[in-house]
Each structure stands twice: as C-alpha cells, then as structure tokens.
C-alpha cells in the first residue's frame, strides 16, 4: 500500500497536487455546509447549494446561492470564514505549518509544489518565505479585526463585535467578500472608516507575499525589485482608474451615488474600485449600477490582483506585460522593456496565454450561461462569469436566481479561477517533450 501511495504522489506534477488539494478541500466543506447544524432551518441545504458555497469560500470568491446571515448558523459561519482561511493561505501554505509542527523536513518536490502556489521563480528560501507568508497573514488579519472592533464593539456588543471583526478582517484580506450583516456593507455607506480599514485589507491582501518580503526587506523604494515596482505602480494605477471611472459613469444614477455628497460618493466609489479587485464586498447597490460601469468593473475583475497573493483574475503583472508587449510593438522596439530592464520572452508567452485561456473561460462560461439561465442579459452573464473566473464575489443579483446547471457551471469557473488558468493547463494537459530540434521558419501574415 506504501508503494503503491509513493508511486501515485511521484506521478503527480506539482500542479496536479495544487488543482486536486483545493478540490478535495471544497468537498470536504460542502459535506460540513450540507449538515442539518450548520442551517438554520435545521435541515440540509441541499448538496449543489452546499457545494456551491464550500467553491466560493475555498476560492476565496464571495458569489452566494445563500444569505449567509440568514442562512447559516455560527456553526456553519465558521465552517465558511475556516474555508476562507485556509483558501486564502493555500494547501501547501497548511502542509508546510503542519511540517513545521511536527519537526519534519519539507522535500524538495514539495519545495516545488510551494513555488508554484506562491508563484515565485525560485525554491531557493521558498520555505523562510512561506513561514513570513504565514506571519504577515495572522498579524495583518489580527490588526484589522482589532481596528474593526473599534468600531463594531460598541454597535453590536462585545461578543457580536468581535465575531463581527474578525470574519470580515479575514474575508477581506482574503479577498473573499463574504459577509455576515445580511446585505454586505451598504448599512456602512457613510461610514469613512469602515471603508477604509476593510479597503486597505483587501489591497494589502491582493498586493503578494513576495511583495511584502521585498517592502519590509528593503530601505529604499529604488532597490525594489522590478516585479514589486510594476506591481505596486499597477495597483495604484487600476485604484485611481477605477474610482475616477466609477464615480463618473454613476455620479448621477440615483440607485447608486446619486444622492450622495462628493466625499461621500468619492469613498464609496474608491471602495467600489477596490472591490472588484476580487474582493466582492459592496457598498451600494451592484444590481442598480449601469451597463457602462459594469462593463468597466468587469475589466477590473478581469485582471484582478497580483501574483502570490490571495486575489484572482489574469493579475496586474500579466496586463502590464501585454500593454508593454503592445507598446513595443507600436514603437518598432526589438525588445520588451519595462523599467530600464528587458522582459524575457518566455514571460511574455507565459502573460499571453494566462490572457487568452482567461478570455476564453469567462466567454465560454457566459455562454453556456446564455443556454442554462436565457432569461438574463448577457452582460449581467458576463458580469457574473468574469467575478467567478476572478474570484470577486460582486453580482448584479442574479447568482440566488441561476439554475442547478448554471450554478454548477460557476462553480467550475470559480475553482479554475482560484487554481489559476495555467496551472490547470498545466496539471491536465499532455505536456510535450523538449525536441532538440526546431523547424524551419515560417511567415504569417497577421493585423
């Protein structure tokens, strides 16, 4: 039996150990969400309910079929924010912990299988890191409960405080955007401070572990490495283009911020910039928003956050390469430049296919969406397929309403968007050996 284990896991690809970890993990909370204790009618919900939320909460999504105030007992809240965590730190984030528990030396496939959750270049300190992953994490998430408990203490008592605090410091950090008030955070609109600490959660949880390593390893913003500069310069940019943009396409819709003052409409609209980073909270009403502005959102949680980090989407350093790949193209440049530094060509396929595969699963959910669930507008199934593929968790109120099919459908393209697009390439797919020859060139005519 021993063997025959080895030989399984040795035939199994980094990759492939990532995709099925996370799937077992969903199935393990959809067993513990179907169980009559964790509803609060006192019966199951129903197994496609339950998995579909067990998806959500495992890839950090937020997208519920459910009310998860109403709907779920303290049991079953903690079943769901305990997913969350573990979705947002990752299987071998757990599988390193319980090494470090029991003194056991961590090999080097699964060294491996760490470098590619963490997406970082190297294994070289890939363990030292993830026990700073780790670190930052519970400090960051015990911070931000502590700042919220600030405010929710004195609204809802102390016991409720707290549990309030800490299940929304974890979800936003986590990028997830579940909720335990009943209607996410339109009840905090006007509430400055709210915003703000849960918007800066959801950023510091979207930048990337390597990101803060290299932050707090350095003393000036010169030595940055390029992938922290880029991602940092992406992540200010994406903020101010989506806060500008959201304000001004919905200044005057009177669903949203039209009956609002200017500060009151800036905080809301920067918040609404910062959610579709995949974090999924909201604070006004998403299903009044207009067509122009979902459009824009949805271009926001396509992209979503960086790598390493607990956010979805293509990520922030995959768009800057495209857009950087274009302008070289344009300038008639023979390299791929990016601050004062060339990008080497394997990156910029690597950033062209995490493009296209992501194009074509959110268009391919959208569309099987169009046959499963006809009665809803495609863009509001676009919308819905993009916060899925980017583990956002935002929707124009149409995920409670989808068909059994639909929801299976979004439950797929949650879990892919969580594993990542080329990782599920790369665990599933007939990989070719190196040939050690090229053939000969070709010409193709293209624009």
């Keep these: 039996m021993e063997i025959r284990k080895k030989l399984f896991k040795d035939k199994m690809n980094p990759p492939q150990v990532l995709a099925l970890g996370f799937l077992s993990l969903i199935l393990i909370g959809s067993v513990l969400l179907n169980l ?22 495992v890839c950090v999504t937020g997208l519920t079929v459910l009310n998860t105030a109403k709907d779920f007992t303290p049991f079953g809240q903690v079943v769901i924010i305990t997913l969350i965590q573990f979705g947002g730190l990752g299987i071998m ?12 030396k961590i090999s080097f496939k699964e060294r491996l299988m760490i470098k590619e959750q963490l997406n970082t270049e190297s294994i070289q300190g890939i363990v030292k890191l993830m026990k700073k992953v780790i670190g930052y994490t519970l400090f960051l998430e015990l911070m931000g409960s502590l700042l919220l408990a600030l405010r929710f203490v004195p609204m809802f008592g102390l016991q409720k405080g707290l549990a309030f605090s800490i299940f929304h410091s974890i979800s936003a950090y986590c990028n997830a955007g579940f909720d335990i008030f009943g209607d996410s955070l339109i009840i905090f609109q006007n509430d ?3 915003l703000l600490i849960l918007s800066l959660l959801i950023i510091l949880g979207g930048l990337g572990f390597t990101v803060y390593a290299d932050l707090l390893a350095k003393d000036k913003l010169r030595k940055l490495t390029l992938h922290s500069k880029v991602v940092l310069i992406m992540t200010g940019s994406l903020l101010a283009i989506g806060t500008l943009s959201f304000l001004l396409f919905e200044r005057t819709n009177p669903g949203t ?5 200017f500060p009151r409409k800036l905080a809301n609209s920067f918040f609404q910039s910062v959610s579709p980073r995949t974090a999924g909270f909201y604070s006004i009403d998403i299903s009044s928003i207009r067509d122009t502005t979902i459009f824009s959102m949805i271009m926001l949680m396509f992209i979503g956050g960086s790598p390493g980090s607990t956010a979805g989407g293509v990520k922030t350093t995959t768009f800057a390469c495209l857009v950087l790949t274009t302008i070289s193209v344009v300038k008639g440049e023979e390299d791929v430049n990016c601050l004062k530094r060339r990008l080497p060509f394997e990156t910029i396929k690597r950033a062209v296919s995490i493009f296209l595969i992501g194009l074509a699963i ?4 959208a569309i099987i969406l169009t046959i499963t669930d006809s009665s809803f507008k495609f863009i509001n199934l676009l919308f819905e397929s993009t916060s899925a593929f980017g583990t956002v968790g935002l929707t124009t109120g149409i995920t409670d309403k989808l068909s059994t099919l639909g929801r299976l459908v979004i439950t797929l393209t949650m879990y892919i968007g969580r594993v990542g697009p080329l990782t599920m390439a790369y665990a599933f797919a007939k990989r070719n050996r190196k040939r050690d020859f090229r053939n000969a060139p070709g010409n193709l005519m293209v624009g």
């Design 36 to 57: 009559p204790i964790a509803s609060t009618s006192g019966s199951p919900i129903g197994y496609v309910n339950s998995l579909f939320t067990s998806a959500s909460a």
């Design 93 to 104: 984030t757990l599988a390193t912990v319980g090494y470090i528990i029991m003194g056991k």
């Design 192 to 194: 400055y401070y709210v």
């Design 257 to 261: 911020l039209g009956t609002m003052n």
């Design 362 to 365: 959110v268009f391919s959910t």
